[in-house]
């Protein structure tokens, strides 16, 4: 005997929107966790005392219990109260934003340096743009910087709004010096309204400013846009200071002959890559920068 209809979709309502909660605060759970090295590998990258880089490729502050309040020690005087973590908007607005975004940049320099290593391993020792940034609405809750490579390439990229959140030129993505920059201000310039709006936009092409109506369509594009930006890249190493540097050039033999120069293995600084890591450079699942090259981008010396 079959129960009501009505009845069969208001449970179903109910589990979605539990599902959504669960969702929304998966980061929060994650930064609450007392031990971060009990984390599952596919979750944890790595973490300090302050803050845990997880997968995919973000940057979140450490959560814990005191005096039954839940706060996080980025602070060095008083604790910062979790109601200033929700979102870059409301660290912004509390007297803890400048500590606390630093010390998300200094975790973030680490991933970066993990990205820099995969490019130069899985890709001849090249290595591109990467990006970090903040989602001026994020979808999820507690704070979190996102680390990207510049391809926007993946499988996961789930829709349109998806992609324009991430796109380096929408406004909806806010760059690490950019939200730095509001420091000051302690606000953003605009409210959620406006940049919420900006991800109504059309699929436009970050590479050339060419427009889309599809998804699909876009990601073919987005695919030959990278291999042909890959071809112009030198081979880079990594020099004793960390910094790319280009691969020698091929030298002539007594002979006349040419041979190429041996390529140094990885420093030994370079973070290991986690096997449960391994999958394409810009995988990002939500709506998952800045260094010598500009304002918005970290971009690898002499690789061009």
């Known amino acids: 005997m079959c129960g009501k209809p009505g009845a069969t979709v208001e449970r179903v309502k109910r589990e979605a929107a539990r599902e959504a909660r669960h969702w929304t ?128 390439v993946s499988d996961r990229l789930k829709n349109k709004k998806h992609y324009l959140s991430f796109h380096p030129d929408n406004g909806f993505w806010l760059s690490l010096r950019e939200a730095e920059s509001y420091i000051p201000s302690k606000k953003l310039p605009h409210p959620d309204k406006h940049y919420e709006s900006l991800l109504k936009g059309p699929l436009v092409s970050h590479y050339d400013g060419s427009t889309f109506r599809y998804l699909s369509e876009l990601k073919v594009h987005l695919v030959e846009q990278w291999r042909q930006d890959l071809k112009t890249r030198r081979p880079v190493t990594a020099t004793a200071s960390g910094q790319a540097a280009a691969t020698a050039p091929s030298t002539a033999t007594a002979t006349g002959q040419k041979r190429k120069a041996a390529s140094p293995p990885p420093p030994a600084s370079a973070p290991a890559v986690p096997p449960a890591a391994k999958m394409k450079l810009a995988e990002i699942v939500n709506p998952v920068e800045d260094g010598s090259g500009s304002e918005t981008e970290i971009e690898p010396e002499a690789t061009k």
């Open 25 to 152: 605060s998966a980061l929060t759970s994650y930064a609450k966790a007392v031990n971060p090295a009990n984390l599952p590998p596919f979750v944890l990258l790595d973490h300090d005392d302050k803050t845990l880089n997880i997968m995919p490729w973000c940057c979140i502050p450490q959560l814990s219990t005191s005096n039954g309040r839940l706060s996080s020690g980025l602070s060095s005087g008083n604790e910062v109260p979790v109601g200033a973590l929700q979102s870059l908007r409301t660290l912004l607005a509390s007297p803890y934003a400048a500590e606390v975004i630093q010390a998300l940049r200094k975790a973030s320099d680490r991933v970066v340096e993990l990205l820099r290593e995969r490019m130069r391993r899985d890709h001849g020792g090249k290595q591109w743009t990467i990006h970090r940034g903040f989602h001026a609405v994020p979808s999820m809750d507690t704070v979190h910087l996102h680390v990207i490579s510049s391809d926007l």
